[in-house]
């Protein structure tokens, strides 16, 4: 491996070389914002994957880091997220009970597992995998997911314990437990969720109305959970709350990212594997998609392969420092972004800031309610949520709206894991589908040029001893018998055809099936004595069929236009 | 449901009316032909799937009687097959122990759910999914499957134990019990394969030498099994050579086929639902190409969907009478073809000459060597091995070579499920890689014609200012990124581009992915300068487009024809 192979690897060459002043210093005023947006974020997170809010804070520190080495986004900002996080409680929740240290070592094994599928499709060059998710069916994923994360975190609104993966059995054991609410925690929770909608949307106009620079107001808007957490905090430890039944976060570990394992248990890893293939997919589409967004703004690249790698050891790093499954993130990367970032040193400078918070401020955090916690996720979530992908698709395509259909209906039906898997089988089966019924229309000479139309929503020229087909669709297994059967009804019925031409333009590909498949039709029209030929072959695949002997055996020829074809065949009048 | 619809459900009432004196005696000597080969090969088919013989005459029996009623096929002769007799073997040899009751009830079972899907597959027509099993995986399927069958088969020629449902297992198992070898069985086996293969190939034109009529050459070679059977069962008894160790049939219940009822277990459904489920496939596409390819020959009609409905009905009817599961041979159905058959009452007498078989023939075969079937199971299938297949696809597509050598691999390695499931996914997923990376050629004008064409293999015209790329396929979810990401390299490297058309004549589809994408590339082209336009876009996709509001951020022109651009867009020399 020479040097520039080596380096393709560790993009943080290509924009280490160029830093200085003017590059660090804003860098580190975006780190100082995402920093403070990120510590209840980490904890929120980590809450609703069901861990020790710790477990937050130490996913967001080295996995920054290794990003910053490996990735090749310049913005995006590697960490906890919502719908990986609501992935990970799904998928340990299955293999250990929640708060057992079974239930911590399934978490960090799973970001290993999910790191090691990243890398080894980041070295194979496999991130074109991640195409096969439609953008509909991520869509409704997306939004599926939004609506579930909302519903598991009103338990912690209402105070009350409910647990469940589908929004039946969250809904359910929410209504069950409705009895027990804690009228404290609800007005807490309430309280909070509103002040920040309240932040979201009314913060920043107000801040800037009275005078406050527009970056200031920016700051001040994004600090808006911090404050809430300030404030609940010191309500609950100021009126003693924890004694009115106010569930807090409690007692935090003051320490640094701690060296951890993944297990190695085989049965573990079984029972992991298709969660974490599942997590490290999504959490690559919903990475890239962000890291594309920002990076066209600049006019920069963003390297697919390359960006699984960095993913990859990201997750690495989260299994051996106590973390759970990362990705990019779309509201942190966004604020990195609007907060002027210009390297990943702006990541490495937030993980400094978050190592700070783990050892400095985790013992002022005990009496932090985690109804305010559970508010900041329910806020940021609501903003995912969007069902107007199905009147979209629903207008422009039934296949695209089953495909979202199934996937809102089967996430927030049968959970997560289930969800994404039909999303991705149908929208897969259903083009499967479709190409194996082609479109297939007959077509006539638009007069008084040399381009042929749909004889049906054309006024074109025909000529009753000339049928001219064109199939829209490669010819390939699946459609082959469709083909034979059209040719044979069409033939059968009209009597005077005399030629049959097939025009390829929209013929890819040819396969082996195809090809018996043609050569039983020029058998069986020879039969009929009608001649089949073929027109506007393309290059590709008129190659493959000259090493066969289908040509010398074909009855009538092969035209490079449809327009030589009806020029020989119908006879003329002039 | 009025009468028509109802009788096309029956389509024996279609044949039934024109039945005469003619057309029975016909089918009466095709009956007796096909009665005489299907004895031993009933037999032998239940020793493959490691039945109890009878049960294989019983399988012949009501289910012919059931496709003569709903099947579409004038010459399709159901019973046991080669093929589908392994299958059955491998699916219940993993739930039940060979030989014991439960064995014979699991195969009873398997007959049931199989008639049951197919059924339902008829009903709710769903027939084309077997389009999905491609001509070439069929073929090494096939193939493989007869290398499995003779290599199961060489046990009883060498009259030792062994067993296993992969080529490895097979052989190893035999290897270890070679030194068990029963000197007079591998005498009986290997003589009766010889005379069996030299029927086959000499006997027919031996028997036309000595004088006789093509038809009575014809039966005599049909006999020669039953000339096998008759030797080696007299040989066996008048030597008394079961005292030497050759193992024979034994015996036989002597009845007609008996009242029996697949298991409803629900463990034992489970178990065999997915064998089931391929065996339908599979038999159904076996029967369906015999079907047709007799069909063809007299110009007759076979209906796919009517075709499951008669499968379907034939396998309950096996479940019911003590059968396993069953479906259109490919030797019998010719057999029953060349020998004159004309409706399917040929079938329903072949069924009776059977059943005469089972009440007074059985007593006679209790010294028949199991040897001897053997060799007529091994001398039937090597006419199913063809590996040239593997040159053809070789030659012709390496995507299909790859399904193919995949299918043979896995079917011999691991077993005939594994071996089909590989094919199909295998198949279906190169298709969709394909799709995924579609060509796109960039195009210019064919001078003198108004036909546009590659600019790597034709000499074309072509303006610096004026990018025209035709994408050789649908623009879905897979390939959209592609195409984006081809167009902004392309662009990029080019600076004179002022107009990028896409021509899209073999673009059938735009799915709501592609959509969004060429909103995408609309915008970032506009940014650049560079004006966006189609050409050639086909009907049903210009419908949907239309009502999006794509067309009118869209900032070039949508043209008709590819020519028309090219006019509007290259400046004129003259």
Redesign the interface.
Known sequence: MNLQSFKRYFPVFDWGRSYNRGTFSNDMVAAVIVTIMLIPQSLAYALLAGLPPEMGLYASIAPIILYAVFGTSRALAVGPVAVVSLMTAAAIGDVAQMGTAGYAIAAITLAGLSGAILLLMGVFKLG?LA???????IAGFITAAGVLIAASQLKHILGVDAHGHTLIELLGSIIEHLPDTNWMTLLIGVTATGFLFWVRKGLKPLLLKIGLGTRMAEFGSKAGPVAAVVVTTLAVWGFQLEGEGVRVVGDVPQSLPPLTMPSFSMDLIDALIVPALLISIIGFVESISVAQTLA?KKRQRIDPDQELIGLGTANIAASFTGGFPVTGGFSRSVVNYDAGAETPAAGAFTAVGLAIAAVSLTPLIYFLPKATLAATIIVAVLSLIDFSILK??W???K??FSAVAATIFFTLGFGVETGVLTGVIL??AL??Y??????I?EVGL?PG???F??IL?HKVITDPGLLTIRI???L???????LEDYIYDRVVEDCPIKHVVIMC?????I???A??SLEAINL?LEGMGIKLHLSEV???VMD?LE??HFLSELTGKVF??Q?DAHQELVPHLD
């Open positions: 074109f195409n096969f998710l439609s953008h509909p069916v066209a979209k698709t207008n422009y395509s296949a695209d929208s897969l083009f499967l479709k190409t194996s019924r082609p479109h229309a638009v040029t040399q381009h139309r749909n929503r829209d669709e490669s390939y297994f699946a459609n082959t018998r469709y333009s929209a013929v890819n590909e396969d082996m099936s090809l018996e069986r393309k290059g590709p493959r090493r066969t490079l236009a327009y």
